[in-house]
């Protein structure tokens, strides 16, 4: 058996159950906090092959140390928590399930992330660990990690004593299935994932009557002139060759076609890469805020608070051109078709750096191709018949199970083994 082999071959195996439990974890998912049936599954997994087992750590993460001899520790790092979106994949498995959000509304939940592959990934990958103690020296960390969707959950573990408690790694990993190509696997060094800033806005205005507008402050005009304004922040404010992200993702008012209500409430969501981009469009943003209610004369300022706040995502240069490396050597014997390559920053945002940077700890994170290798090479072709590719947070968002399942555990394990070990 070569170098890699053993890898996939220990992964055959295991796919018939990795598949039925991505399938699980798919058409059950929780909202952030509330992982409560995943947390379980994910710990009793982990003590059926024989991990140390902490469970509720940050609420409801699980971290599982695997400890075989002498040698560094890595920490692999999988997020649990699904999303408020209602799925229309029309998969046998589709999630029905729905959950109640931080405001005390009823949704539906969907795994429009990919979570399930990450937490199937890392079930596979200690279990081709656990099987093959013999190719590697030191102690694997598997944190199963409650709420990356609202910034808060790594932090909040961080918070709750999992270095302090279960030692801290020399390296933090993790990867993210992505709308690339099935059998894409690949890192970029330095800023990876943009920061990530919510202002939740509600602008005061005064209600009456909609034949009477003249005995009203119209919120929602105020709401409607300020998203058309925001649209110039990135225009006109952050320079050609700088990079942020402003949109506005809800707008929410009134009751009655005929009512002009006394408030609008939107969300804002703000991106960059550096902190002087992010400091620039934070102060235009709520300076257009501010202006846009003065001039329709609201009857008192708008309400902004801060919701959630993802730091940028720095991969470490050393540890991301050892994994790169590693992915290069390992990975095509035994991915004959696997694509590695840097990916370029990331405009999405990711709470891991919470593990890894955050506390001063080498962080590699890598996007894992999940998207239909038909399907994507019909969508990069272009014509005015070109499918599009579901994005993560879709509805329709769907990764397919092989090569993305196989390739995410081989990932893992090779990433693992590029800090413990080498197989022999």
């Known amino acids: 058996m070569s170098d890699t ?21 798919h058409a059950h998912p929780e909202l952030s906090f509330q992982e409560h049936r995943t947390s379980g599954l994910m710990a009793d997994r982990l003590r059926a092959m024989g991990l ?11 971290v599982g140390m695997l400890r075989n001899g002498e040698g ?22 589709a999630s029905t399930d729905r959950g109640t959000d931080p405001d005390g509304i009823d949704v539906p939940v969907m795994h429009a992330c990919g979570h399930d592959v990450h937490m199937t990934s890392l079930i596979g990958a200690v279990a081709v660990l656990v099987a093959h103690r013999d190719t590697w020296s030191g102690t694997v960390m598997a944190v199963f990690q409650p709420a990356e969707e609202l910034g808060g959950g790594a932090e909040r573990m961080v918070e709750d004593g999992l270095f302090e408690r279960l030692g801290r790694p020399d390296v933090s990993m993790a990867q993210h299935v992505f709308t690339q190509r099935a059998g894409f ?92 981009v992010r400091e620039r469009v934070l ?23 801060v919701g959630d706040v993802f730091p940028v995502l720095l991969n470490e240069d050393a540890a991301t051109t050892r994994v790169m490396d590693a992915f290069r050597s ?54 005015p018949d070109a499918p599009v590719v579901p994005s993560n947070h879709s509805p329709h968002f769907a990764p397919v199970l092989e090569p993305t399942l196989t390739l995410g555990v081989s990932a893992l394990v090779v990433a693992t083994l590029a800090w413990l070990g080498h197989p022999h």
């Open 185 to 276: 696997v690949g890192a970029h060094p330095g800023p990876a994932f943009s920061a990530s800033d919510v202002l939740r806005v509600t602008f005061h205005g005064r209600s009456a009557h909609g034949s009477r507008p003249e005995n009203a402050i119209d919120p929602i005009v105020m709401a409607a002139a300020t998203v058309m304004r925001l649209q110039t922040v990135v225009a006109r404010d952050v320079a050609a060759t700088d990079t942020a992200v402003v949109t506005v993702g809800t707008l929410h008012a009134g009751t009655k076609a005929n009512i002009i209500p006394a408030d609008a409430s939107m969300t804002v969501n703000i991106r960059s890469y550096t902190p002087e």
């Open 52 to 62: 140390e087992v902490t469970t509720g750590i940050g609420g409801t993460g699980v």
């Open 5 to 25: 082999t053993w890898i996939t071959s220990s992964i055959d195996g295991l796919r018939d159950d990795l598949h039925a439990l991505y399938r699980d974890l």
């Open 283 to 305: 102060g235009s943003v709520r300076r257009i805020i501010a202006a846009e209610a003065q001039a329709s004369g609201a009857v008192r300022p708008p309400t902004v608070t």
């Open 72 to 93: 560094p520790t890595v920490l692999l790092r999988a997020d649990m928590d699904g999303l408020p979106v209602l799925e229309d994949t029309g998969l046998p498995f």
């Open 330 to 383: 390992a990975l095509p014997e035994a991915h004959p078709d696997v694509q590695v390559a840097d990916p370029g920053p990331v405009m999405g945002s990711e709470d891991f750096g919470n593990l890894g940077m955050g506390s001063g700890i080498p962080a590699t994170y890598w996007i894992l191709g999940g998207t239909d290798p038909t399907l994507f090479d019909a969508a990069a072709a272009g014509g």
